[in-house]
């Protein structure tokens, strides 16, 4: 199985994704990973390996792209000017049917932009979202979308979000009958933006799905739930939040065993326990988020993901492929859209990425971008 890697992304340079890739690679002894960026920098970092990652070096192929897309890059100025970009030849590669996925840890906005010019989009999907799972009660988990990729949302694409999700935790958690939820600040039908109300409205008028109605931020990690929908601007927030909390419960209990000597000893007794809570609220375990609706898999890493954490998107990539979900959801999707799309767009997506992307379906000349 081959993987594109974007190797230029990230806060914290070549060599965390170059590490990373090395460790998913030793992990799965099918992959081939292809790394995209400067050439003699990438072979530098390959030749470096540490020993226990230095196996790995013959199943990383570097391949030229001698452009970085930078972090606070306009999604507009990628397209006119990144097409030699790592992050550009990473997505060519993926679309000439050269590698089965791509992984990348550079600009959000850029990344999608340039999915959706090179790619396209499943089932007539305009916009894609930004998905991942995270835990939740009962040892479970719950996807949320969208994170990032459309600031503002319509009723329309509220619904698409919902169904892309609930497909997601069919096909790749095998759950028969997801539980689909609209992230809203009551569960009272009175509550929520137009946007929200409005899409309530349509998902309870569509067959074949397990729609819950409204769930307040504190539901999402109740188990009760399969699948969270929200606008990007308000997911991205919950996502960060949830994040750092789950960082400071876990400083917070490690610094209470270490406070006392009497609590130190509790804590010896205890260590096996907190290192797999650690484990579990961890956020680098959950590192990897899908680029739902490209007719490729592409996933985004966090751009202050370490090696540890590159290594989790590049296995979220893997898993996706073992999957088959672009198809899947093109099978999936059409015709449930159908079903659902009775008026149009009510309203437009105002984020980064609501730029014009010639050729592709929900962009026109009034579009402006927006930082």
């Not at 979000?161 to 009272?188: H, I, K, T, W, Y």
């Not at 680029?291 to 540890?308: E, P, R, T, Y």
Request: glycine share 12%.
């Amino acid at each position: 199985m081959r993987i594109a890697i974007d190797a230029m992304g990230g806060d914290l340079g070549p060599r965390a994704t170059v590490r990373g890739a090395a460790s998913a690679a030793l992990q799965d002894p099918r992959l081939l990973l292809q790394l995209y960026g400067p050439r003699r920098q990438l072979e530098e970092e390959v030749s470096c390996l540490p020993r226990r990652l230095a196996a790995a070096g013959s199943r990383l192929v570097v391949v030229d792209a001698p452009e970085v897309i930078a972090p606070g890059q306009r999604p507009s100025e990628a397209l006119r000017r990144g097409q030699a970009s790592s992050m550009a030849r990473m997505l060519a590669a993926l679309a000439a049917g050269e590698a089965s996925a791509g992984v990348s840890a550079g600009n959000t906005g850029a990344l999608m932009a340039l999915g959706r010019q090179v790619l396209g989009t499943v089932a007539g999907i305009p916009r894609p979202a930004i998905s991942t799972a995270i835990p939740t009660r009962r040892q479970g988990r719950c996807y949320l979308l969208d994170l990032g990729a459309n600031v503002e949302a319509s009723a329309e694409r509220l619904v698409d979000f919902a169904l892309m999700g609930e497909m997601m935790a069919r096909q790749v958690d095998g759950l028969a009958s997801p539980r689909v939820a609209l992230l809203n600040v009551g569960v009272e039908g009175t509550k929520g933006t137009t946007s929200v109300r409005e899409a309530d409205a349509r998902l309870r008028g569509l067959p074949g799905i397990d729609y819950r109605g409204y769930v307040e931020g504190d539901g999402i990690f109740s188990g009760d739930l399969d699948v969270v929908v929200c606008d990007g601007f308000v997911g991205n927030a919950v996502l960060k939040a949830s994040e750092g909390l789950a960082r400071m419960l876990v400083t917070r209990v490690q610094a209470t065993f270490e406070a006392h000597w009497s609590s130190r000893l509790v804590g010896l007794l205890a260590r096996p326990a907190l290192r797999r809570l650690k484990g579990e609220l961890d956020p680098v375990r959950y590192n990897g988020a899908s680029l739902l609706g490209l007719a490729g898999i592409v996933v985004k890493s966090h751009g202050s993901a370490d090696a540890v954490g590159f290594h989790y998107a590049v296995l979220r990539a893997v898993q996706e492929v073992r999957h088959d979900l672009p198809r899947r959801l093109e099978a999936g999707l059409a015709p449930r859209r159908g079903a659902g799309e009775s008026i149009g767009e009510s309203g437009r997506v105002a984020s980064d990425l609501d730029i014009l992307v010639p050729g592709r379906p929900g962009n026109d000349d009034s579009q402006q971008e927006q930082r």
